[in-house]
């Protein structure tokens, strides 16, 4: 309970969401927009108590004109196993839904003509949250899953194009499909912005993410897994290549002969610290 009250006091409502509310009074489509807004604020609450039981970070649940977002104040080094119970949350709560409209309708509550449109306005945000672009859902899902081979920063890049390919793919389908529907669009254009403004900061994050393994808030590691690193390398290069989910041993080598061990947080320390991020690896065993 305490963990759905926290996320209950982050919901934010954007001022044109109660435009769009009196839009959808005057056109006689006020009913299936509480639906609809009912559906997305239990799949965002779903993010944001999933989320404050694993004590994350939650800066706020947003309910905007088109949608919502959890956003989270977490910057990837959070278990794997825990952002996808945070990511999968949403979508599971359109089971629960479904099953209790069902309920509701078989009792006589609602009509079946009732149960029908919630059945389909539930489908239809499940799927599109399933849509493996970045941010939803199904972006996500595809970003755990490079994060499980590839270092953070390929892991976000690649996650990031190919949301962009896929997306214009989505946008071109729209074309043909629904042209004039203006939800549609107002989604497209905030999903490119999205993209673009991730690209751009894209080393910000990486950053955010270092000083987070930095500053010892990365608070669980799957495994050890060391990573060999030539002595000629620079600091930069090495951080880049920093998995999600696993902390690193550094074995230095001098043309494939072992010549020393680093600890992560030394490294680190270097790179913060002392601002050594363009120094060469092997100048570190002769300071620590």
């Known amino acids: ?50 989320a404050h039981y694993f004590s994350w970070r939650v800066k706020r649940i947003a309910l ?11 910057h990837g080094n959070r278990s794997l196993r ?25 009792g006589s509550f609602i009509s079946w003509d009732l149960f029908i449109l919630f059945f389909r306005l539930n489908l239809m945000v499940l799927l599109f949250n399933l849509l493996p672009i970045w941010p939803l859902d199904g972006g996500k899902l595809i970003s755990l899953l490079l994060s499980l081979k590839f270092n953070y920063l390929k892991a976000y890049e690649m996650t990031l194009i190919s949301s962009f390919a896929l997306l214009i793919l989505f946008h071109l389908s729209i074309l043909v499909i629904a042209p004039l529907h203006l939800n549609l669009w107002i989604v497209l254009s905030f999903l490119y912005f999205s993209l673009w403004m991730d690209w ?17 808030n990365s608070h669980q590691y799957a495994d050890l897994r060391p990573l060999p690193i030539e002595g000629e390398d620079t600091l930069l290069t090495v ?3 920093f998995q999600r989910g696993v902390k690193h041993p550094l074995v230095v080598l001098d ?34």
């Open 239 to 241: 951080v880049e290549r």
């Open 64 to 74: 905007l004109p088109f949608g919502g977002v959890a956003e989270m104040d977490e």
């Open 255 to 288: 043309k494939g002969t072992e010549v020393g061990k680093l600890d992560e947080y030394e490294l680190l320390h270097a790179f913060f610290a002392e601002k050594m991020t363009h120094a060469k690896t092997k100048d570190l065993l002769y300071l620590y």
């Open 1 to 50: 309970m305490t963990n759905i009250t926290s996320a209950v006091k982050k919901l934010y409502i954007h001022p044109l969401l109660w435009l769009v509310m009196a839009i959808g009074i005057a056109t006689a489509h006020f009913l299936e927009l509480i639906m609809l807004l009912l559906i997305i604020t239990i799949h965002e609450l779903g993010h944001g108590v999933t």
């Open 200 to 216: 751009k900061q894209r080393r910000y994050n990486f950053m955010k993410f270092l000083l987070e393994r930095y500053y010892g």
């Open 82 to 106: 825990e952002e996808f119970w945070v990511i999968a949350a949403g979508p599971l709560q359109h089971v629960w839904l479904v099953g209790a409209g069902w309920l509701l309708m078989k």
